[in-house]
């Protein structure tokens, strides 16, 4: 979790493997205002890398990339 | 079983991916929704059913099939990029409609004890790689050298694949999905390289020129294409994909490799068994036949070129981009 931020969103992809935690944040994406935070919580390493990609294109900015 | 190719190569890549998610701590068993694992067997199954109409998976069907101046795997091109649309709709139209089958409600195993573990997984790692030269050792000393060295090979390749998190369903999934186009742009430069490659190859009469020619134009390279297709983005893996992932830990990913071996020899053995299906699934056409060498290796370059610059194109005005 990131320290002193609070997320106005969570998504909570858990057990879930690639693409479903990528196509989950980009329908949430696409519900989020400009300047609110999602919190993504999952468990395949994928992710990790992916994830930043689709924000990068969509124009967000990635705060955390922890597991 | 423990003696054939493909299924040496398969249990290395199984075991190398296995030995190297250990050894960078990401190995965990991953356990999914139930409708995350349905998902898992269906797709595997059909993976396993468009393979044996293809007369081989992505790899064996279409990355080898094309490089080796095959129709088929022309057809199986065509068939793979229908099928990874079609899964991929129904991959957005499940998050409308059953939203609640892909929720995070799986775990990974051991939450309390997890530290531990995770600081053992290195060691662990360290003696799977070790038990296979044990295996490739007893392998040499049964005379069966080959099979050992093959198992080394499927292990290095196992570890790579995991290491890189190579994924075959992106090339044809992405354009649709996210627009991202490297998976796509690299898989089109290599079978230049390697088509270019395999006419050498085969021109100079180095090797048989049926050599990775699937009996496949077009019926079953294309549909079987459409098939696998819709299987590896409704598993979420393609064959090697699934297989590195299996050996993660996915639990999905597992029903999805052992549903496409069961389906895939299964279907084999039936469309062998009837002389009208095996007709069906077409012919076995190596291009330089009909349009000789050259102007095969023109077509497939040409192919190729086509889907990395519409891809890349595509990337920047998504053109081909289906929105949720």
Redo the contacts between chains.
Sequence with gaps: MVENITPDET??????????P???V??AL?KLKPGQILEV??????SK?DIP??CQ?AGRRVSRNGR | VLISTNSILTLGLLWGAFGSALLSK?F?I????PL?LLKGCVGGTLMGIGAAMAGGCNVGGFYTAVSALSASGIAMMIGLLIGAYLGLRY??WE?EHLPSG???????SKEGKQVDWLKIEPYIGAVVFLAAFVCAGIYNREAYTEVGGLLLCGIAFGFIIQRT?F?F?RGF?EPF????SQVPRAIAISIIVSALGFATLKWSGLRGENVYVPQAFWFGGLVGGVIFGIGM?VA??CGSGSVW?AG?G?I??ILAVIFFALSTSLFKAWIRSSDSLNSLMGYRIFMPDFLTYKWSLILIIAIMLAYYIITAWNEETEKFVVE?
């Design positions: 998504l909570d992809c858990r057990g879930l493997s690639c693409p479903m990528l196509l989950k980009k329908k696409k919580l999952g468990t395949d390493p994928g890398n990609g689709l294109k | 990401q965990a991953r356990k999914a929704p995350e991959l957005y998050l892909s929720t995070g409600s799986g775990s990974i998190r994924c369903v999934r999905m996210t627009g991202e983005v979420g893996g992932r993660e996915h999905k990913l949720l």
